[in-house]
């Protein structure tokens, strides 16, 4: 019973910096394959713009990783 006393707080402390890691979604854009935190369309004007590229596109091109 000792020895898993020693191991709970390391074992704790794993599952939580797991957890943060894979809290925070990934944006990759179709037109330029970069990463970002956050997605690189945006609308202005009524219209939807790529950040990265300044096209004006029909849907947003990023994606989720």
């Not at 074992?11 to 979604?25: D, E, I, K, L, S």
């Not at 369309?41 to 091109?61: H, N, P, R, V």
């Amino acid at each position: 019973m000792k020895r898993l006393q020693n191991w709970l707080p390391i074992v704790a402390v794993a599952a939580v910096v797991t957890f943060g890691m894979a809290g925070a979604p990934k944006f990759v854009c179709g037109l330029t394959g970069k990463e970002s935190a956050e997605c690189c369309c945006e609308s202005k004007d009524g219209k939807l713009l790529c950040k990265e590229t300044g096209q004006i596109l029909d849907a947003c091109c990023c994606e989720t990783k």
